[in-house]
């Protein structure tokens, strides 16, 4: 088990045209299991393979423990790789998939080599599938035996790959907790890659946030989903997804008014006007969580009109005429039809203020 530290990791392709990690720092704690999530193309599986040693950083370190494995290879790093693909050798059996790892980076003697295999395809479940080979398997199955090579080895650092993304949603869920089980049982040090926001937030320890090869940021998922360090991570993180209006401030005595120049008015509480780091007249962007409009109920709220009722059960979701997209998720009883007027107000501790020209934060 060890403590993972990246700094200043960096990693340009195509003689630098294309920065694909541009400077990120990262520490992951002895037996934490960290996720690192971000669109598209923003440097996650990148970061990855340069601190498996699968890719050579352009600049920056990488230490594993007291070691410094940066310019190490990737079989000296003691890391194990979790695919997406699985990665089974298709003609050896499962077995000898397992094993293979353990032949070739320790000494141990065959009976040893048996009662390791033996015990991760316990941990796995796969007891009975060790003389099948890949084919023979379903992608759930397959799984299994990709994460039982991996633990094999006991590994000083696991590393996943969207090892779930070729899975259906049931068996991603099981597969979620399992990976979850082992990690516990097992306590290896853990950085696991996903686009999947909601794996991340409900996988990881703490949450790392990639954009366009660039850190947003790194902190528990409650934490990065209450208190988002700048409009994308707000953006990104939660759905549906945080609403955005832009809105002018101006101070009004001990408040802040936020308008937008047309029918939506909000006046925050003296206790909230004092904390936001906004000047009189400057413009900015209001974030709200959906989860955090409320229909007014007598007390004054922002008036407007209804535009579409989505029932999803136990709430509704509610599309209303402010800014360029806006919705309220609102308890089921609440059900306005299409074209009403209604009255809504925001739980004002989660109304959040960004800086609209470099979306950070102004919290
Ligand atoms: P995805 O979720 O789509 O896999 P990602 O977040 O894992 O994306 P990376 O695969 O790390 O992103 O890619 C980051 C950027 O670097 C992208 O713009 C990608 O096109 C580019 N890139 C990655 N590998 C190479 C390479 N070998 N040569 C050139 N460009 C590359």
């Known amino acids: 088990m060890a403590r993972l530290k990246v700094e200043n990791l960096r990693k340009e392709f195509d003689r630098g045209s294309i920065v694909a990690v541009d400077d990120v720092n990262l520490e992951v704690e002895d037996g934490e299991f960290v996720t690192v999530v971000g669109p598209s193309g923003c440097g996650k599986t990148t970061t990855l393979r340069m601190i498996a040693g699968l890719e050579e950083p352009t600049s920056g370190s990488i230490h594993l423990g007291d070691e410094d494995v940066t310019d190490q290879s990737a079989r000296t790093r003691d890391v194990a790789m979790v695919f997406q693909n699985y990665a089974l050798y298709p003609h050896k059996t499962v077995f000898k998939n397992m094993e293979f790892g353990l032949r070739m980076s320790t000494d141990l003697s065959k009976p040893e080599r048996r009662e390791k295999v033996e015990w991760a395809a316990e941990m796995m479940d796969i007891e009975d599938l060790l003389e099948d080979t ?11 035996v990709a994460l039982g090579r991996a633990i094999v080895r006991e590994p000083k650092l696991f590393l996943f790959d969207e090892p779930l993304s070729n899975l259906d949603a049931k068996l991603r869920t099981t597969m979620r907790a399992e990976i979850q089980r082992l990690q516990d049982e097992l306590g290896i040090t853990s950085v696991y890659v996903t686009h999947d926001q909601e794996e991340a937030m409900t996988m990881g320890d703490k949450i790392v946030i990639l954009n366009d090869g660039e850190l947003q940021q790194t902190g528990e998922p409650k934490a990065v989903y209450d208190e ?3 409009r994308f991570v707000g953006g990104f993180i939660g759905s549906p997804s945080m609403n955005f209006v832009d809105v002018v401030a101006q101070r009004s ?21 004092t904390e936001m780091a906004v000047d009189d007249g400057e413009s900015v962007i209001l974030g709200i969580r959906p989860e955090d409009v409320h229909p007014a109920d007598g007390e004054d709220g922002i008036r407007t009109t209804v535009d579409v009722v989505e029932p999803i059960g136990s709430d509704n979701y509610l599309y209303l005429d402010i800014g360029d997209e806006f919705m309220a998720r609102v308890s089921a009883d609440f059900e306005p039809e299409v074209g009403d007027s209604v009255e809504v107000t925001f739980e004002e501790s989660k109304i959040r203020l960004f800086d609209d020209d470099n979306g950070e934060s102004l919290l």
Do not use: C, I, K, M
């Not at 890949?134 to 199955?141: A, R, W, Y």
């Not at 001990?254 to 006007?273: K, N, R």
């Open 134 to 144: 890949p084919d023979e398997l379903s992608g759930g199955q397959q799984q299994r």
């Open 228 to 230: 988002p360090a700048n």
């Open 253 to 273: 005595g001990d408040h802040l008014v936020l308008t937008d120049g047309e029918a939506f008015q909000y006046s925050l509480s003296p206790e909230y006007s």
